[in-house]
């Protein structure tokens, strides 16, 4: 069975900086090659929102309220996947959480990381 476990989240100020981590871990032979990777994000009462994501194909994309402060990054020989997150604000409070997919038949998720951006 595949598991991700996400870490670095925390309370930082606004204007500051976190940088997530997902590991991947599976079957001897598991490789996040060929999957794409995600981060998500969830506050209550919103729905989850695609943060950034890293496809298998090398594009990478990510929501306009994050573009320019965010990064996503992946190391496949490692099987992580990371998300520096800059600049930091208050609304980017939420619990970070980290998929990788493939196809529609092996779609992974962690149990996600708090992030809390507060004076």
């Known amino acids: 069975q595949v598991r991700l476990v996400e870490s670095g989240g925390g309370l930082v100020q606004p204007g500051g900086s976190l940088r997530l981590s997902c590991v991947a871990s599976g079957p001897i032979i598991f490789s996040i090659n060929g999957y794409d990777t995600n981060w998500y994000r969830q506050t209550p009462g919103r729905q989850q929102e695609l943060v950034a994501g890293?496809?298998?194909?090398?594009?990478?994309d990510y929501a306009d309220s994050v573009s320019g402060r965010f990064t996503i990054s992946r190391n496949d020989g490692e099987n992580t996947v990371h998300l520096q997150m800059n600049s930091l604000k208050p609304e980017d409070t939420a619990v970070y959480f980290c998929n990788i997919r493939a196809g529609h038949r092996y779609d992974y998720w962690g149990r996600g990381t708090q992030v809390t951006v507060s004076s």
């Open positions: 890293f496809a298998a194909d090398g594009n990478i």
